[in-house]
């Protein structure tokens, strides 16, 4: 079985995808630290034409409190707010409409959820919706290993699941061993990235965004050959 484990991110970049198609079971790390100025509650879209970031606003965010236990501010207005800036930046897109009913769903959840909450439902129907299918589980109510930490919990999560493979980003290379993996009955793998460019408004293809700008320019079913090759 293979296994990946990640913080839950707002909308990431499709390379997020890309790791949870290879593998059976998708770990949300949700009950870590908190890091400010991450991609948990933020990311990067073409807004007026410019990269800009989009934001969800939090109460109290801070590295002493894990993800899990990080609110989000009262949506009525930021919300509202955000959800013009996209439409209004994107209408024209090719999928606009396809891809903004899933922004939509996404943002339909509870006033006093958290961001983990958001963020773990944004990955979820959006893997759904262009055709990724994985068992995903959240950390904090599975394991009851949060008193470890680092490769020692990791492991001690593939354990428990029976995972003989692990596949992490590429930049878990100058944090994990493989021999140290190895030892434990774990295969360690890296999910090196190199994502097609796709069509966006220009000719000129800024890479690295998130994936509701791919999906705004592409169907579901393309988004997840991109993904895929």
């Given at each position: 079985?293979?296994?990946a484990?990640m913080q839950p991110?707002?909308?990431?970049?499709?390379?997020?995808?890309?790791?949870?198609?290879?593998?059976?079971?998708f770990?949300f790390?949700d009950?870590?630290?908190?890091?400010?100025?991450g991609?948990?509650?933020?990311n990067r879209?073409?807004?007026?034409?410019?990269?800009?970031?989009?934001t969800?606003?939090?109460?109290?965010?801070s590295p002493?409190?894990k993800i899990?236990?990080?609110k989000i501010?009262?949506?009525?207005?930021?919300?509202?707010?955000?959800?013009?800036s996209i439409?209004?930046s994107?209408?024209?897109?090719?999928n606009?409409?396809?891809?903004?009913?899933?922004?939509?769903?996404?943002?339909s959840?509870?006033?006093?959820?958290g961001i983990?909450?958001?963020?773990?439902r944004?990955?979820?129907?959006t893997a759904?919706?262009?055709?990724i299918?994985?068992?995903?589980?959240?950390?904090?109510?599975?394991y009851?290993?949060?008193h470890?930490?680092?490769?020692?919990?990791?492991l001690?999560?593939?354990?428990?699941?029976?995972a003989r493979?692990y596949?992490?980003?590429?930049g878990?290379?100058?944090?994990?061993?493989?021999?140290?993996?190895?030892?434990?009955?774990v295969?360690?793998?890296?999910?090196?990235?190199s994502?097609?460019p796709?069509?966006q408004?220009?000719?000129n293809f800024?890479?690295?965004?998130?994936?509701?700008?791919?999906?705004?320019f592409n169907?579901?079913?393309?988004c997840?050959?991109l993904?895929?090759?």
């Amino acid at each position: 079985m293979k296994l990946a484990i990640m913080q839950p991110y707002l909308f990431p970049y499709a390379g997020y995808f890309s790791l949870i198609g290879q593998v059976d079971k998708f770990v949300f790390y949700d009950d870590v630290n908190f890091i400010k100025g991450g991609w948990i509650n933020r990311n990067r879209l073409l807004i007026g034409g410019e990269v800009r970031y989009f934001t969800v606003p939090l109460v109290g965010a801070s590295p002493n409190l894990k993800i899990n236990e990080v609110k989000i501010q009262a949506r009525t207005i930021w919300e509202r707010k955000l959800l013009a800036s996209i439409q209004q930046s994107y209408s024209k897109a090719p999928n606009f409409a396809m891809a903004f009913d899933c922004v939509r769903e996404v943002f339909s959840g509870g006033a006093h959820e958290g961001i983990a909450q958001l963020a773990k439902r944004s990955i979820r129907i959006t893997a759904e919706r262009i055709g990724i299918s994985v068992e995903f589980v959240d950390s904090s109510t599975v394991y009851g290993n949060h008193h470890l930490s680092s490769s020692t919990r990791i492991l001690d999560i593939c354990r428990i699941e029976g995972a003989r493979t692990y596949v992490n980003p590429p930049g878990g290379k100058a944090l994990y061993s493989c021999e140290e993996f190895l030892a434990h009955g774990v295969n360690l793998k890296f999910n090196d990235v190199s994502l097609r460019p796709y069509k966006q408004f220009t000719d000129n293809f800024i890479p690295g965004l998130s994936v509701l700008d791919m999906m705004m320019f592409n169907s579901f079913e393309e988004c997840g050959l991109l993904i895929s090759s």
